[in-house]
């Protein structure tokens, strides 16, 4: 074993904390980036944004007029004696220290709070205490309603909440049942099937076919095979269509209403409109506040200021992490403006007349347009909406694979035979759905040669039933 030195030079390029916080706003959409901005002004006090300057102007304007309100209180120090006291008394004891300042009522002064929205339990709790039951039943109907999942099923066994409780599994069934009589009706189920029958027992449906189906034909409901159910039951198929029906009002999630967590609507990050014929992006980034340099801080490392060395120091990094977080900021304005214009130019024919007129485009497509970086493509269109006039669509569903070429040698779009078999499917005959074979033949005679394996596949990804599931009866 020999040991020596080496000496190598090795070139390493690592991400500053800087770049790592570009990045970073380069990813996040407007909702995501009004949060990161409240943090940052939080932390770095250099930082302000514009409605900061809006409220110290406007302080500015009220010292002033305080200011000019004692002077003239001096003056009025020296003329007490030419002064209508009886005057002030009737009008009112007023020596300028405060005014009567005109309200508007259209001003809005407050934010607007959000409309609270009562959760699941909260619904159930008040529904419980107009109850009429025992009380050590109360007791165990709000365990049992606090052990309720986010869509409203009960998915802990009973041996389990009766061992917990310390109680009988005929007093867990006992307050279970008081449960069930609850709004809305299906809460407190242990699976779907249950709550299906819980829902059509609150529809007075006990007798029903569709009771039925779902009671002593499970099985063949979960297969949709009609003609089976129809035999089982000796009816018409159009019935136990009818009774299908039905079924599909019910709602498999009873508690999913309530849940405080469910998506919200969707904000547009982009929109873009057309002007004097041509295609304008914006941001839309009106609740996103502008951010500034705040003066006093700024003046404390100028040259000739007093101020101590731990301070400018302190105040110089702050400075230097604000000027930086700024420039970020623009930046990803101008890479995301970059980005949408390229995606408009090679998608202007969807543009013009919207889906299902999508072309074939990758991210190193609109990368190469750019000159930037795809992995930076790929940060910009991430979790990020444009509005259109046809609707408004995440940035990554103008990024489709070509899956062969029509009969002019243009390349075919997977979305674009995506939207076609949902329209052929949309315009078919419910008594004779078309199988995937027969869309793969209707697509080819347009010149869209597409195989039936493919169409297979694009129609689960659209969550499209097979033909026979698809099929209606009279």
């Given at each position: 074993?020999?040991?020596?030195?080496?000496?190598?030079?090795?070139?390493?390029?690592?991400?500053?904390?800087?770049?790592?916080?570009?990045?970073?706003?380069?990813?996040?959409?407007?909702?995501?980036?009004?949060?990161?901005?409240?943090?940052?002004?939080?932390?770095?006090?250099?930082?302000?944004?514009?409605?900061?300057?809006?409220?110290?102007?406007?302080?500015?304007?009220?010292?002033?007029?305080?200011?000019?309100?004692?002077?003239?209180?001096?003056?009025?120090?020296?003329?007490?004696?030419?002064?209508?006291?009886?005057?002030?008394?009737?009008?009112?004891?007023?020596?300028?220290?405060?005014?009567?300042?005109?309200?508007?009522?259209?001003?809005?002064?407050?934010e607007p709070t959000p409309v609270y929205q009562q959760t699941l339990e909260e619904h159930l709790m008040?529904?419980?205490?107009?109850?009429?039951?025992?009380?050590?039943?109360?007791?165990?109907?709000?365990?049992?309603?606090?052990?309720?999942?986010?869509?409203?099923?009960?998915?802990?066994?009973?041996?389990?909440?009766?061992?917990?409780?310390?109680?009988?599994?005929y007093e867990v069934e006992e307050a279970l049942h008081v449960l069930w009589k609850l709004d809305p009706?299906?809460?407190?189920?242990?699976?779907?099937?249950?709550?299906?029958?819980?829902?059509?027992?609150?529809?007075?449906?006990?007798?029903?076919?569709?009771?039925?189906?779902?009671?002593?034909?499970?099985?063949?409901?979960?297969?949709?095979?009609?003609?089976?159910?129809?035999?089982?039951?000796?009816?018409?198929?159009?019935?136990?269509?009818?009774?299908?029906?039905?079924?599909?009002?019910?709602?498999?999630?009873?508690?999913?209403?309530?849940?405080?967590?469910?998506?919200?609507?969707?904000?547009?990050?982009?929109?873009?409109?057309?002007?004097?014929?041509?295609?304008?992006?914006?941001?839309?980034?009106?609740?996103?506040?502008?951010?500034?340099?705040?003066?006093?801080?700024?003046?404390?490392?100028?040259?000739?200021?007093?101020?101590?060395?731990?301070?400018?120091?302190?105040?110089?990094?702050?400075?230097?992490?604000?000027?930086?977080?700024?420039?970020?900021?623009?930046?990803?304005?101008?890479?995301?403006?970059?980005?949408?214009?390229?995606?408009?130019?090679?998608?202007?024919?969807?543009?013009?007349?919207?889906?299902?007129?999508?072309?074939?485009?990758?991210?190193?497509?609109?990368?190469?347009?750019?000159?930037?970086?795809?992995?930076?493509?790929?940060?910009?269109?991430?979790?990020?909406?444009?509005?259109?006039?046809?609707?408004?669509?995440?940035?990554?569903?103008?990024?489709?694979?070509?899956?062969?070429?029509?009969?002019?040698?243009?390349?075919?779009?997977?979305?674009?035979?995506?939207?076609?078999?949902?329209?052929?499917?949309?315009?078919?005959?419910?008594?004779?759905?078309?199988?995937?074979?027969?869309?793969?033949?209707?697509?080819?005679?347009?010149?869209?040669?597409?195989?039936?394996?493919?169409?297979?596949?694009?129609?689960?990804?659209?969550?499209?039933?097979?033909?026979?599931?698809?099929?209606?009866?009279?």
């Amino acid at each position: 074993m020999n040991l020596g030195l080496d000496i190598s030079l090795k070139l390493q390029q690592k991400l500053s904390f800087q770049m790592i916080q570009s990045l970073k706003l380069l990813q996040v959409n407007t909702l995501q980036l009004e949060q990161l901005l409240k943090t940052e002004l939080e932390l770095n006090p250099v930082l302000e944004a514009a409605d900061e300057l809006e409220e110290e102007a406007q302080d500015r304007d009220d010292r002033e007029e305080k200011q000019q309100e004692e002077e003239d209180l001096k003056e009025l120090d020296g003329s007490e004696e030419s002064i209508d006291w009886e005057e002030y008394l009737e009008e009112g004891f007023d020596l300028g220290y405060s005014y009567n300042e005109e309200v508007d009522r259209n001003d809005e002064r407050y934010e607007p709070t959000p409309v609270y929205q009562q959760t699941l339990e909260e619904h159930l709790m008040d529904q419980l205490t107009e109850k009429k039951v025992a009380e050590d039943v109360k007791l165990l109907v709000q365990f049992l309603i606090g052990s309720l999942d986010d869509d409203g099923y009960l998915r802990i066994p009973e041996e389990d909440i009766a061992q917990f409780t310390q109680t009988t599994i005929y007093e867990v069934e006992e307050a279970l049942h008081v449960l069930w009589k609850l709004d809305p009706p299906g809460v407190g189920a242990r699976n779907l099937r249950e709550c299906m029958i819980l829902q059509l027992r609150a529809r007075n449906m006990h007798d029903s076919l569709t009771m039925k189906i779902v009671t002593d034909a499970w099985e063949l409901f979960e297969k949709l095979k009609i003609p089976e159910i129809s035999r089982y039951f000796g009816v018409e198929p159009r019935k136990v269509q009818e009774a299908l029906d039905i079924i599909k009002t019910l709602n498999p999630k009873p508690g999913y209403q309530y849940n405080p967590d469910k998506p919200s609507t969707i904000i547009p990050d982009l929109i873009v409109e057309k002007v004097d014929g041509r295609f304008l992006v914006m941001l839309n980034d009106r609740s996103v506040p502008s951010l500034h340099i705040n003066k006093s801080y700024a003046n404390l490392i100028k040259r000739g200021s007093t101020a101590k060395r731990d301070v400018k120091k302190y105040v110089r990094e702050k400075f230097n992490s604000a000027t930086w977080f700024i420039r970020s900021i623009e930046q990803r304005k101008t890479t995301m403006l970059k980005v949408m214009y390229a995606i408009i130019e090679r998608q202007m024919v969807f543009f013009e007349k919207g889906p299902p007129n999508l072309s074939p485009l990758k991210l190193q497509d609109v990368a190469d347009m750019v000159e930037m970086h795809i992995s930076t493509v790929s940060r910009v269109t991430s979790n990020k909406y444009v509005q259109t006039r046809h609707g408004i669509f995440e940035l990554k569903y103008f990024f489709t694979e070509a899956v062969g070429r029509d009969a002019e040698g243009a390349d075919i779009s997977s979305e674009r035979i995506k939207n076609r078999i949902r329209q052929l499917v949309d315009t078919e005959d419910d008594k004779k759905p078309l199988s995937d074979q027969k869309i793969s033949d209707i697509l080819s005679e347009e010149d869209l040669s597409v195989a039936r394996r493919t169409v297979a596949k694009y129609r689960e990804q659209m969550k499209i039933l097979p033909a026979r599931l698809r099929q209606k009866y009279d």
